[in-house]
Nanobody, 113 residues
Framework: QVRLEESGGGLVQAGGSLTLSCTASGFTFSWYAMMWYRQSPGKSRELVASISSPDGRTNYADSVKGRFTIFRDDAKNTVYLQMNSLKPEDTAVYYC??????WGQGTQVTVSS
């Protein structure tokens, strides 16, 4: 079955960096676009970044453009989200997702001011 497992979250000071990883199994990873979403308390889930396959085109939410980078390693069945210049408003649970409607368990990112 499809399985997505995120890791790499944690507590970081504003201005710092984190890199999230999502390792996939149960499907042919290289065939699918992959996405990162986030959700903070009281807010709806927000699409942060996506990467297509096979061309690797990327798209970002305006709120993270220039600070976050999504990339993938198909040999490792893993998609990453590199997050730089983190802000307190980036605090959220970050989820990896594969179409249609497959989700990981999420990883908490907390940015302190």
């Amino acid at each position: 079955q499809v399985r997505l497992e995120e890791s790499g979250g944690g507590l970081v000071q504003a201005g710092g960096s984190l890199t999230l990883s999502c390792t996939a199994s149960g499907f042919t990873f290289s065939w699918y676009a992959m996405m990162w979403y986030r959700q903070s308390p009281g807010k709806s889930r927000e699409l942060v970044a996506s990467i297509s396959s096979p061309d690797g085109r990327t798209n970002y939410a305006d709120s993270v453009k220039g600070r976050f980078t999504i990339f993938r390693d198909d040999a490792k069945n893993t998609v990453y989200l590199q997050m730089n210049s983190l802000k307190p408003e980036d605090t959220a649970v970050y989820y990896c997702s594969r179409p249609v409607d497959y989700w990981g368990q999420g990883t908490q990112v907390t940015v302190s001011s």
